[in-house]
């Protein structure tokens, strides 16, 4: 598993995809800065995490188009796969090759908070609690996308369906208005956004990080799934 | 070394394969012969567990993959027919990864790299990034990389397909060098290619087995003289009176008539005699020269498209 982690992470900042994707990031968030710096509230910087978390949906897709499609492409599927190295393995490596990318990413978004903390005087401890959940739901759109990827071995596909998923897991929320009773309460729940807004509120529950922790897992259960129905395919 | 037992793959109700078996034995080469589309990458592909089979059972070492699969793939070293590269990085860091990926210890791989980028040689493109090296060097790689951790069994498929007859040379030759110490099971539609290396040949066709048996066998019928034609200027009842006096001659019949007293004719004779020899003096005696002869057996190309064409015929 470490070396897929090491060759992907690797990969990235090899090609010019990681600096591109940083450049970008940095680009969108520098405006969202200024935006909000001219608002002149004194304590954004959680609503400010809270917009970090919205550009994820053309982050991410970029990010994880990449991670098995360009393998099924390559015909490099075929050294992992025949290696002595378990699905899961391969799959875990290909995710936190993605996620260390992403927490270099989010490691340079620091300078943000950093101006703040400098020239003001924030609720750290609110920031903190943001950046966590950021951080979670950066997983769960990572494992969206490594999923997608799994899907297909064309990689601009796998960005829209991951695009297009992570919308609608983002907006689930607003279908529970739609209904009454038990789908309200499922779609409530499904919710990804309500958890992710309890963290920039700063409330951290213990059912919300292991909600976003779930998430993940079944998504790269079922990339696992995809992988191994694959290969027992008999079409 | 490998035991392959009724292997059977199914695409919905296209059999890819169909009630596969045979043995490989420790430090064999054995050729996998057949045309494009018989099986050869399917039965390679489950032999490495890139892909299930619908049933049957393979073992590698004794361990059969269903059951060991990681423990399977630690015995093999796989080349498929397209070398599994990255393109963005150098030789050497794709066989560092490769090591990594196979979990070789690191002190090994350190003494194993050198000899390995040596046996293939890559070493002086070791820098280079794969992208930019040409299909020869790009096979050597994938060559390299199946060897990486010097696994019991090779399996290599197609492995010298789209190289110039100079490389084709050279990585016969070391595919006979590493058929010394390891197992190998190697694909291949090029006739030749597989009786200059193998020691034992399974040919495939339609997912079935055609024939096993060695490359010498195989060519066998080659050299086999017990039926043939013949093209001889002179009388042909003449002719005929000498030919079938000749001790080993059972049959001989006038088949065509070419010009004046030129004929051919079909001779057969016994398998452990050859008449050609005498045939020849006899007649020359006479001044009735051979002008042609050929033999009637299948030579080895021809038994191979007897053996993959016919059941086409019946399928279509």
């Avoid at chain 1, 799994?150 to 609608?168: D, K, R, Y």
């Avoid at chain 2, 010498?216 to 093209?231: A, E, H, M, Q």
């Amino acid at each position: 598993m470490r070396a897929i982690i090491k060759r992907d992470f690797k990969a990235y900042f090899n090609s010019p995809i990681a600096y591109v994707l940083i450049g970008l990031y940095m680009l969108l968030l520098g405006m969202f800065f200024n935006s909000f710096l001219g608002l002149g509230i004194s304590d954004f910087m959680s609503e400010f995490v809270a917009s970090m978390g919205s550009t994820l949906i053309i982050i991410v897709p970029i990010l994880t188009m990449r991670t098995l499609a360009e393998d099924k492409k390559n015909g490099t599927e075929v050294l992992l796969l025949t290696s002595p190295v378990r699905v899961t393995e391969i799959v875990l490596g290909k995710f936190f090759a993605c996620y260390c990318v992403f927490l270099v990413m989010t490691a340079v978004t620091l300078i943000f908070p950093l101006i703040v903390i400098i020239e003001g005087k924030p609720d750290i401890i609110l920031i903190v609690c943001s950046y966590l959940g950021y951080v979670l739901i950066g997983a769960v759109y990572i494992s969206l996308g490594v999923f997608a990827s799994s899907l297909t071995e064309n990689q601009i596909i796998a960005s829209i369906i991951t695009l297009v998923s992570i919308f609608l897991i983002q907006n689930i929320g607003y279908l529970a208005g739609f209904f009454s009773g038990f789908l309200n309460k499922v779609f409530l729940w499904i919710s990804i956004l309500d958890r992710y807004l309890d963290f920039i509120r700063g409330i951290v529950d213990l059912t919300s990080i292991v909600f976003m922790f779930s998430y993940t897992a079944v998504f790269i259960i079922l990339t696992i799934r995809v992988i191994e129905r694959k290969r027992w395919s008999q079409g | 070394m490998i035991e392959i037992q009724n292997l059977t793959k199914e695409y919905g109700r296209i059999k890819a394969i169909d009630n596969i078996s045979f043995n490989v034995e420790k430090g064999e080469i054995l050729g996998f012969l057949g045309p494009n589309g018989a099986g050869k990458t399917t039965t390679m592909n489950i032999i490495t567990g890139f892909i299930s089979s619908t049933s049957g059972v393979v073992k590698v070492a004794g361990v059969d993959i269903l059951e060991n699969p990681v423990e399977v793939k630690r015995h093999i070293g796989y080349l498929p027919e397209q070398p599994p590269l990255y393109p963005d990085m150098t030789v050497n860091e794709y066989l560092d990864f490769c090591a990594n990926l196979k979990k070789i210890p690191s002190k090994k791989w350190k003494s194993q790299k050198k000899d390995i980028m040596e046996l293939v040689k890559v070493t002086h493109v070791s820098h280079r990034l794969i992208k930019n090296l040409s299909k020869g060097y790009k096979q050597r790689v994938g060559f390299a990389q199946a060897m990486v951790g010097s696994p019991e069994v090779l399996i290599l498929d197609e492995p010298t397909v789209g190289l110039d007859p100079k490389q084709i040379m050279e990585i016969r030759n070391l595919i006979k060098l590493l058929g010394k110490k390891h197992t190998v099971i190697l694909s291949s539609h090029i006739l030749p290619e597989v009786s200059a290396v193998c020691d034992r040949v399974v040919i495939i066709n339609r997912g079935k087995i055609a024939a096993i048996d060695t490359p010498d066998n195989l060519s066998k019928s080659l050299t086999d003289f017990s039926r043939f034609t013949v093209t001889i200027e002179g009388p042909e009842n003449k002719v005929k009176n000498i030919i079938s006096n000749i001790y080993g001659v059972k049959y001989l019949k006038t088949s065509s008539r070419i010009k004046d007293n030129e004929y051919s004719y079909i001779v057969e004779a016994d398998k452990n005699i050859d008449v050609r020899k005498p045939m020849f003096y006899q007649l020359a005696q006479q001044g009735m020269p051979i002008l042609e002869l050929k033999s009637l057996n299948l030579s080895l190309e021809e038994v191979f498209l007897q053996l993959t064409t016919s059941e086409e015929k019946e399928a279509v």
